[in-house]
């Protein structure tokens, strides 16, 4: 697709009725226009598991939905279907539906069924089986939805301060396992080739362009907040597949370019133009840097493996012997360069701590503790407030949380060198370009701009230093190098 052609493309979205995006004040967060109706989430779930009528002399109907939760871009309800086998006996079995908000039309819906298929087919990492699906307004609940299999268990979350390290450590283990499944994805066990999300929108002559000859769903547009948050959705820029690291990159700063400078014509606030200015100065330091650090030219295409970019302890299911029982929320997930991938899973990054916090050093607590308690079907009573903190003070959850992260990274990283024999050698060559990702996304949300520039300042210095490092206590003028001081 030539330049005129994606950017006609990108004018002419679909439209996203029943999506209000409300400004915060801090960021931009979706809203529904209207309630989807429970009564036609039901209609919909009876006629595609073939629910047989109620039978007035049943006290419970055959099929009920109840809310379960709410995403940040969906909401979930709960199914509970009466269904009968070949030889007429009946049984109650348990499904998810997912109603979505119409943030990105039909892409991210696309995009999260042809990956679950995918993840289901080629791997045996545990994602719940779509059982039917709609990725479009066009029926009785009037939003895109998912009817998927009811995976067993509960967050990991809920239970990580009850598990005992060794049981950490096999769980961690098994999550490298599968991150070496998704690597294998794609064409004969290479990968994939180009960033996008599998599934979404993508014209011939980019499938032509990826050279992917593995018969299986290749990138397309990638489906991503960065690219479909508010008036983001309507900029004309590319959004994938992308040949490369360079062209995915220059597009996500592209977009923050365009808001900031958007915001700078609009505002009279001078704050609000002190924060433009300075959001558009960092934003076009990365990109004279993103054109020095990464290659613009690119043939073949990159070669890209799946990445389940938000892999925390809440999307990580556990049955009752800390057994991970489901991976979910793959919403988003898209085909990402080897060198993201080479990053530890979102649940295992934190700061280092060596040494184990004794916790008679801390304080204790005799309030806001709850127990950690079941109902009748192993599920909290209360997830929100699940969590016992056992009479201590959250911070030395939050240093005993560090040091284990810090061990579990060693056990992940073990694991991976097993299975991927040239993950060292990936890690090392990464570290600038993920350092690199990590100022884009930040420049974007719009924190630490200040010492984002400092980075890049040094890097243009030729002093190659840390992100993670530099944004926790900046950089001294004087000797160029960071500081605890400032």
């Not at 032509?208 to 948050?229: I, M, N, Y």
């Amino acid at each position: 697709m030539d330049m005129t052609t994606r950017l006609q493309h990108t004018r002419n979205k679909p439209s996203r009725d029943g999506l209000i995006w409300d400004d915060t004040g801090l960021d931009l967060e979706p809203r529904w226009g209207r309630e989807p109706e429970i009564e036609a989430v039901e209609r919909v779930c009876r006629r595609h598991l073939n629910v047989p009528a109620d039978d007035p002399q049943e006290e419970s109907p055959n099929c009920t939905v109840t809310f379960h939760a709410a995403g940040t871009f969906n909401k979930m309800y709960l199914v509970e279907a009466v269904t009968t086998s070949p030889r007429k006996a009946k049984r109650r079995i348990k499904y998810m539906m997912r109603i979505s908000l119409p943030v990105e039309p039909r892409n991210k819906t696309r995009g999260e069924v042809t990956t679950l298929q995918l993840v289901r087919q080629r791997t045996d990492i545990p994602v719940p089986d779509v059982v039917a699906f709609d990725d479009t307004p066009d029926n009785e609940i009037g939003f895109e939805w998912i009817l998927l299999e009811f995976l067993p268990g509960r967050p990991a979350y809920y239970r990580w301060r009850k598990m005992s390290m060794a049981r950490k450590e096999m769980l961690v283990a098994r999550v490298a396992d599968f991150q070496a499944q998704l690597s294998r994805l794609g064409n004969l066990g290479q990968g994939f080739r180009g960033i996008g999300t599998l599934g979404s929108t993508c014209t011939d002559q980019d499938r032509a362009d990826l050279d992917d000859r593995s018969g299986l769903p290749g990138p397309g547009q990638v489906v991503s907040p960065v690219f479909f948050s508010g008036a983001h959705y309507h900029y004309p820029i590319p959004r994938g597949p992308f040949r490369s690291s360079h062209d995915w990159l220059q597009a996500y700063l592209n977009v923050i370019i365009k808001e900031h400078t958007t915001m700078l014509a609009d505002t009279k606030d001078e704050d609000d133009r002190e924060y433009a200015e300075a959001a558009l100065r960092v934003a076009r330091k990365l990109l004279r840097l993103l054109h020095r650090i990464l290659p613009s030219l690119v043939h073949p295409p990159e070669r890209t493996v799946l990445w389940h970019d938000e892999l925390s302890l809440m999307n990580i299911m556990v049955d009752g012997n800390d057994k991970i029982s489901g991976i979910i929320d793959w919403e988003c997930v898209s085909t990402m360069p080897l060198w993201v991938a080479s990053q530890f899973p979102e649940f295992l990054r934190g700061a280092d701590r060596d040494a184990k916090p004794d916790r008679n050093k801390y304080t204790d607590v005799s309030d806001g503790t709850i127990s950690d308690d079941d109902d009748d079907d192993g599920e909290p009573r209360n997830l929100e407030d699940s969590v016992d903190n056992e009479g201590k003070t959250e911070l030395y959850w939050i240093h005993l949380m560090e040091y284990e992260q810090t061990q579990l990274r060693k056990v992940y990283s073990t694991r991976m060198r097993q299975l991927w024999p040239t993950w060292d050698v990936e890690v090392v060559e990464a570290a600038f370009k993920v350092d690199f990702l990590g100022a884009v996304s930040r420049c974007g949300a719009g924190f630490y701009l200040r010492r984002i520039e400092q980075w890049v300042d040094a890097i243009d210095r030729r002093e190659f230093l840390g992100l993670m490092e530099v944004l926790r206590v900046g950089i001294r003028k004087d000797k160029g190098t960071s500081t605890s001081n400032k």
